[in-house]
Structure formats: C-alpha cells, structure tokens
C-alpha cells in the first residue's frame, strides 16, 4: 500500500483482504519489513508511529501535514538539499541524512472541505 498508514489502519486493510489474518500476525510482519529495511516507521504530530513502504529507486523526500485533516504530502526540493550540504559544510558536518516535517492547514481544509484526506500519490518534486 502506498501513503503513510497506522498499524491499526494497515491491519483495517488486511482484515478486508483476508478476515483470519490476526493483529499480531500484521504487527509481526511489519516489525520485519522494517527491521529488512522495506518500511520506514515514522512519527508524526498525531501521536501514531506511522509507516512508509521504502522503495531502492525512490528518492530522498520529506512530508508536509495537514493539522486539521491528517493528509501527508511527501516532496523533494534540490534547493533543500543544497541548503543543506552547504549549511553542514559551514559548520564543520558531512550531513549524511536529515527529517523535515512541515504543519499547516491544506487547499481543502482552507475551502472547508472535510472528510478523509485523500491519498496523495508519488513525491512532489519543487
């Protein structure tokens, strides 16, 4: 599955593949394809480790969240990354791996629009 998903939400999706499959049985799962390296759990304002399929082609990214709705929008700027290579060059760093979360309230938050947010599909590059 694509996006950023809770355990709970994960175990929601394999309950409707397959009913027998248990709570355990998915946290276990999960556990190795993090400790593999194919998931990355994250943790974000809303209190949930959340997870994140890792894909060898993908690209280095980072999130911007939705505080009312709980929508993720991952993105990549090589502006960011020259930033950042350059502000670890200045104070003495070899930056080997950064985390950049930004909050705010989204387009359909803003116009009043409610619901689940939607799923937001592949890396935004700026």
Known sequence: MEGHLSIDELYAAVKRKNPRVGYATVYRTLKLLKESGLAAERHFDDGQARFEAIEEAAPPHDHIICERCGKIVEFASRELER?????????????????????GICADCREGGHGRPRAERGVHRL
């Open 83 to 103: 930033l950042e290579e350059r502000i670890g060059r200045f104070l003495g760093f070899v930056v080997s791996r950064h985390r950049m979360e930004l909050y």
